[in-house]
């Protein structure tokens, strides 16, 4: 299965992961939504920043999910992998303040980044709010 995730483009993200200074990418949520129990070693996440195409693609190391958060939780989470050459938080605060009201945490350990020639996807169907996408096959949504 391949993934795409969609990040806030301020946040310079896809940058980080490209460089190594980002080795997890963490999705914290409310409710079990993608990529939840459906993303695992082995798979690729393409990267994109919001608006643009996709730029990058790095290959999934393992998956943790974590299924009942408390703020205890939370903070050693943050307190583990918040900083750089993990998540790459710059306020560790401002983000534990974020997520105190999320129920669900998924760390997703990245290797191997690199680049890959610009291309469009079709989200339709997906919602214009999805943040990620599960697809079988990359080209299934590729636009050419």
Known sequence: MDHVAI????????EKILSGEKTIESRW???KIAPW????????VYFKNAGEPITLKA???K?????TL????IKELLSRYGGKGDICITDLEKT????????YCMLIFLKKPEKVKPFKIDKKGYGNMSAWLCVENID???VS
């Open 96 to 103: 534990y303040r974020l997520c105190q009201s999320k129920r």
């Open 59 to 61: 290959e999934v190391e």
């Open 29 to 31: 949520y409310m409710s």
């Open 70 to 73: 408390t703020p205890q939780v």
């Open 140 to 142: 299934q949504i590729k």
């Open 7 to 14: 990040m806030k483009k301020a946040w310079k993200l896809t």
């Open 37 to 44: 129990n459906r993303i695992k070693k082995g798979e690729t």
């Open 63 to 67: 998956v943790t999910q974590y299924p």
